[in-house]
């Protein structure tokens, strides 16, 4: 104990004379002579499977052009969501094993939080070493991560994968400056999703909601109020996710390209602003307290439908019993402005490959042969609702199945159509900064806010945090 | 205790076994705490995004730029709306359940005890969407409002400014009173039962005995739960963050929860966000230093 | 006490202990329930605990995750309560100037949010090669300025004249501190006790950073995995939590006696 606590203290000294945040990459190979300690056996494992991992990156080398037959090859992951993520993982690692036995997949759950927190931690204080050989990442946090820490993560324009495969609008979330960081994996598109029995008793059909203006939206929502009592949609307050899909559906950011804050003459956040603030005086829209009320008045059937990405469809029907009464379609669009369209995007991730991966050409052909390249792949795990942004495998037979819940239409095809025709935006390095400030504005302009003294206020905070 | 006893123990002998006894103790917090609070330090003088990071210029611009800045300084208002409020009426609360269940002839002690601590040891996760739910548009609070005709149409809690703070002062309270309750209760264990059997026979009101004696013999132990309670506050982040998430419009936003927005939420700010947690260092040691001063003596 | 009084203080204990255990009751009963009837605030018991607890097991290592949950925390509380117990005896038995100074510097090292110290601490640990390590786990929060200040409050009942009484006797004063203080400190060290292994089995946001591999998973992260997904399964959630709940409520529960009816016969 006291031998441990001797050489944690000289580690401490010797870190003590770094100071924080200048990335000291001495720090591990100096204190590696201390692992001999017998206290941390794990360290002791911890070290020896770098030095496998050093192994196996000669070897790979060595078959330079067989690389994925070496024997006893091991891909780390983290990724989040079991029923999701990480069954498409799994899924994607039996496939690849097919044709290499010898290779593993080993994922690490890791919520999407603790991945954020993981990799910030370990970027600034220089334990790249930590990291895993791939990890998922949130598509709006993929700008910010990679331009903060891009010794953190691998270029991938060159890696052999076939990035126009994919939605265009989708793989902008992982290209800065022209280059590839991530393979994109599940589909935000987003979805107008309607009880079409409720609709029926307001005289509507799931048509009068296609292809329609928030206008026409907001009118159709009175009919149905005034017939079932029922909003059309509930969403959670203080949080802008329909904001930003109303922003997206006409191509507008709340950044231009040069990266500064195009918040305040930005007309289309207005007309949405005015929009959402319609949508909740007139009752259509009902604000609720949290994602879990939110989820609940879609399962009590408090609300006559929602509009969100498309992986909501999977808490939808964990209400078995409303099999059949649920209708599918696309979004409104908003009323005068350029390039308004009926198409959005909500949430969504990418793969990374990250700096630490010792064995890239592993990584690459696996990524290669699964997510960007198997369209086996994406018809086994449409079962747990993942759908893809992958074009080749709309076309397959699993995709155009019709799906009894949402009325036998053939909803997965519809929306990998959708997905082609959002269109893209500029998420920014200060995505976050930018959206919280934004949802800070249309909380204050629903209290009866004015829109533009509030969008300023939010234009002044993002400056603030962007120094 | 007398003076002049512990005076008497204070030979050079006695002297250095105390040091030597809290050595390790102290040596542990020196490495896990001291070091990085150093490095912390320094680093709340650099500017920049990430690892890119250069010398503040001029060096208090972190330390300056606090104040302008909005969003922090409606943190700093809510954390102390916190402390003020919710501290006191914590410590109290837990004070006297503490004097009731130390009573002898109470029956079914055991089974209030754990009830009442139980809340503290649930999981955070738990106890958020728990108080959501309760706090919801159609939950259980609303629905017995409404039946009992104080409301008209249910309250939405979560998205009013006041009674969002409110519901995380809910929160702090259900959550943490049974956790101070233990402390009282051990340090009631201390003083010898006989004073209490005495004063009921001179004929002390239970008020009475509670003031002129519980109240100055604990007097140490509410010290420990005062400073302890007013740091916890000063660095609450989990009511915050799970809760209200800040909101609404950041209504609710504590400091702690702001820092780890600026740190792993936004872009890493690691310079502004170490400035940050210095602020709240100063003012927590402010507060206990008063509080020291005004509770700790030995008489 | 008269009758008026004691309906007086049942009722209040009552209302009390209702307010604190709704909740859990409401998390009990949702842990029987499917999810779906969980987001419909279904209130009644279900039939859905076995399989709740069914797709835990599968969707988690919930017995890995306990048995490391256990692990670090006894042996986290062992040491810090000994540690800790030494030091807040040492500065208030033998408290002078220079202690009391020191004390308060030691007071100082809580008041830093941990946000702000966990990086430059991460870096620390990676280098020392004590990620997915119980050292790596306990270390940080072994010596708490909390525990330590707890112990030299409650040291200042313990009479003088023991100590006294003891010297005459010849016993040295480390003896004198585990065979006098620590018997007659007994209500003490239980809630001490109580309190660390609460700390550290609900502890979150370090774990979190440095167990970076599957095996060294924590309860209070398993949890949290279930609320990552699209979908949130409430019942399974509520189960999990219930588990995760039971090993403190019960090591409570064992220990109140201890230091709520401590017997403090030995000092006269």
């Known amino acids: 104990m006291k031998k441990k606590l001797l050489s944690l203290l000289m580690a401490g000294a010797m870190t003590a004379t770094m100071f924080a945040g200048c990335g000291g990459s001495d720090g591990s190979d100096a204190s590696a002579d201390k692992a001999d300690d017998a206290a941390a056996d794990k360290a002791d494992d911890a070290a020896a499977d770098d030095a496998a991992a050093d192994d196996s990156a000669d070897k790979a080398d060595a078959a330079a052009d067989d690389s994925a037959s070496a024997g006893g090859q091991k891909l780390t992951v983290w990724c989040w969501d079991p029923a999701f993520n990480i069954f498409s993982m799994n899924e994607a690692a039996k496939i690849y094993q097919k044709d290499h036995p010898d290779v593993e997949v080993e994922v690490i759950e890791t919520p999407w939080e ?113 017939a079932t009592g029922k909003p059309l949609i509930s969403m959670q307050a203080g949080e802008c996710d329909l904001i930003m899909m109303m922003m997206q559906s006409a191509g507008s950011s709340l950044f231009n390209e040069d990266g500064t804050a195009n918040i305040t003459d930005n007309e289309t956040l207005k007309v949405v602003m005015e929009t959402y603030k319609e949508l909740k005086e007139s009752g259509v829209l009902i604000e609720v307290n949290s994602w879990d009320e939110y989820v609940s008045s879609l399962t009590t059937e408090t609300v006559a439908g929602t509009i969100n990405g498309c992986w909501i469809m999977a808490s939808i029907k964990t209400s078995e019993d409303q099999s059949g009464k649920w209708g599918l379609t696309n979004m409104p669009s908003l009323v005068g402005v350029d390039g ?73 095809k519809k929306i990998v159509e959708f997905s082609t025709k959002v269109p893209s935006n500029i998420t920014g390095v200060y995505y976050y900064e930018a959206r919280d400030a934004v949802a800070t504005a249309i909380t204050n302009v629903i209290n009866g806010g004015d829109i533009d003294a509030e969008l300023k206020t939010a234009a002044d905070t993002v400056n603030s945090q962007m120094q | 205790m007398s003076k002049s006893s512990s005076k008497l123990s204070l030979d050079k002998k006695h002297n250095i076994t105390g040091w030597i006894f809290l050595t390790p103790a102290a040596l542990l917090i020196f490495c896990m705490s001291f070091i990085p609070m150093i490095q912390a330090f ?9 690892n890119a990071l250069k010398p503040a210029e001029p060096i208090f611009a972190n330390y300056s730029r606090m104040f302008a800045d909005t969003v922090f300084t409606q943190s700093i208002k809510n954390t102390f709306f916190y402390l003020i409020i919710q501290v006191p009426i914590m410590l109290i609360l837990a004070l006297i359940l503490a004097s009731i269940l130390n009573n002898r002839q109470l029956r079914f002690k055991g089974l209030f005890r754990t009830m009442i601590f139980l809340p503290c040891a649930t999981s955070l996760v738990a106890y958020a969407i728990i108080f959501r739910t309760l706090f919801a548009n159609d939950g259980i609070v609303n629905l017995v409002l409404v ?123 690691f310079g502004y966000a170490a400035a940050m947690s210095f602020l709240i260092l100063i003012l927590v040691a402010i507060l206990a230093f008063i509080q020291m001063k005004v509770g700790d003596k030995r008489d | 006490m008269t009758k008026g009084k004691k309906i007086l203080m049942y009722g209040f204990l009552i209302i009390m202990s209702i307010i604190s255990v709704f909740p859990l009751l409401w998390m009990v009963i949702a842990a029987t329930n499917k999810s779906v009837d969980v987001t419909r605030g279904r209130l009644l018991p279900g039939g859905y605990l076995i399989e709740n607890f ?18 670090y925390s006894v042996i986290l509380t062992v040491i810090s309560l000994v540690i800790c117990s030494l030091a807040g005896y040492g500065f208030e038995i ?97 809630a001490a006790m109580t309190i660390t292994f609460m700390n550290a089995w609900n502890n979150y946001l370090w774990p979190k950073v440095i167990m970076t591999d599957a095996k060294s998973q924590t309860m209070p992260m398993v949890v949290a995995n279930l609320t990552q997904g699209y979908v949130t399964d409430y019942g399974m959630l509520m189960l999990a939590v219930l588990i995760c709940t039971l090993p403190t409520a019960i090591v409570f529960f064992c220990l109140q006696k201890s230091f709520a009816e401590g017997i403090t016969g030995a000092v006269k």
């Open chain 1, 114 to 226: 603790d991945v954020q927190t993981k990799l910030t931690t370990a970027a600034t204080s220089g334990a790249l070493d930590t990291l895993p050989d791939i990890l998922l990442m949130q598509d709006n946090a993929f700008q910010k991560n990679v331009i903060t820490f891009p010794d953190a993560f691998t270029d991938l324009t060159s890696s052999g994968i076939d990035f126009s495969q994919f939605a265009q609008g989708k793989t902008a979330y992982s290209v800065i400056d022209g280059k590839n960081y991530g393979v994109p994996f599940d589909n935000g598109a987003v979805v107008a999703c309607y009880r079409t029995d409720i609709l029926e008793q307001a005289g509507l059909t799931i048509d009068d909601f296609t292809d329609i203006t928030w206008d026409q939206y907001i009118e159709n929502g009175k009919k149905v109020l005034d």
């Open chain 1, 340 to 412: 308004a369209t009926n198409f959005s995007n909500n949430g969504g991730s990418s793969w990374a490959v990250t700096s630490n991966c010792q064995n890239t050409d592993l990584a690459y052909d696996f990524l290669k042969s699964t997510f960007a390249g198997s369209t086996e792949l994406y018809d086994n795990i449409i079962s747990c609702g993942a759908l893809a942004t992958y074009a080749p495998a709309g076309d397959s037979e699993a995709y155009a199945a019709p799906d009894e819940f949402f009325g036998g239409d053939a909803v997965s």
């Open chain 2, 42 to 50: 320094l680093l709340s003088f650099k500017m920049g995004k990430g």
């Open chain 2, 147 to 269: 039946n009992l005709g104080i409301l008209n149409s249910p309250y939405s809690f979560l998205t009013h400014a006041t009674s969002a703070k409110v519901i995380i002062i809910i929160g702090l309270l259900w959550r943490w009173t049974g956790y101070n309750m233990v402390f009282y209760l051990s340090g009631l264990q201390n003083i010898e039962y006989s004073i209490y059997e005495a004063a009921k026979i001179d004929g002390a009101s239970p008020v009475q005995t509670f003031f002129r004696i519980t109240v100055p013999l604990l007097k140490p132990t509410i010290l420990l739960t005062a400073i302890m309670s007013t740091n916890g506050t000063l660095q609450l982040f989990d009511e915050s963050v799970n809760l209200t998430d800040g909101g609404p419009a950041n209504a609710s936003i504590t400091m702690s929860h702001y820092i780890y927005n600026m740190s792993f939420k936004y872009v890493p700010t």
């Open chain 3, 54 to 71: 069914k797709n835990l097991i599968a969707a988690q290592d919930v017995g890995g995750a306990m048995i490391n949950s256990f692990k």
């Open chain 3, 94 to 190: 033998y408290h002078d100037k220079a202690k009391d100074a020191v004390m308060s510097v030691i007071l100082l090292a809580m008041m830093v949010p941990f946000v702000a110290t966990m990086i430059p601490l991460f870096r620390m640990f990676s280098s020392a090669h004590l990620l997915n390590s119980t050292l790596g786990f306990i270390l940080p929060t072994l010596s708490t300025p909390f525990l330590i200040m707890m112990f030299r409050q409650s040291a200042r009942s313990f009479p003088h004249d023991i100590i006294e009484a003891a010297r005459i006797d010849g016993l040295s004063e480390i003896r004198i501190f585990f065979q006098m203080f620590i018997p007659t400190m007994r209500s003490t060290y239980a």
